[in-house]
């Protein structure tokens, strides 16, 4: 079983920079695969950034240039950092966990960006 904590959600003004952490225990966490996905209110969650392996990474394209998804499997630490914040990428933010056919999921943090 792996438990999954996030934090480092709030609110910014366009334009600004946040950081998400997401810490996991159990397991071995350089085994999974790791990602962040949100949910606006009233969409689909969605996913953002994952990685794979160190170097191994993907995102949505709403986010690339923007978003920068790292690991330190040292810490069992996911880190999500976020520039140039638009006022759409306001939503639950969750970290996951995937291996093989298993998904986990952390209990969200919300990010508002707003003047």
């Known amino acids: 079983q792996v438990q999954l904590v996030e934090s480092g959600g709030g609110l910014v003004q366009p334009g600004g920079s946040l950081r998400l952490s997401c810490v996991a225990s159990?397991?071995?966490?350089?085994?999974?695969?790791m990602g962040w996905y949100r949910q606006a209110p009233g969409k689909q969650r969605e996913p953002v950034a994952a990685?794979?392996?160190?170097?191994?990474?993907s995102y949505a394209d709403s986010v690339k240039g923007r978003f920068t998804i790292s690991r330190d499997n040292g810490k069992n630490t996911v880190y999500l950092q976020m520039n140039s914040l638009k006022p759409e990428d306001t939503a639950v933010y969750y970290c996951?966990?995937?291996?093989?056919?298993?998904?986990?999921w952390g209990q969200g943090t919300q990010v508002t960006v707003s003047a």
């Open positions: 159990g397991g071995i966490f350089s085994h999974y695969a």
């Open positions: 990685i794979i392996s160190g170097v191994v990474t």
């Open positions: 996951n966990a995937h291996l093989v056919a298993k998904d986990y």
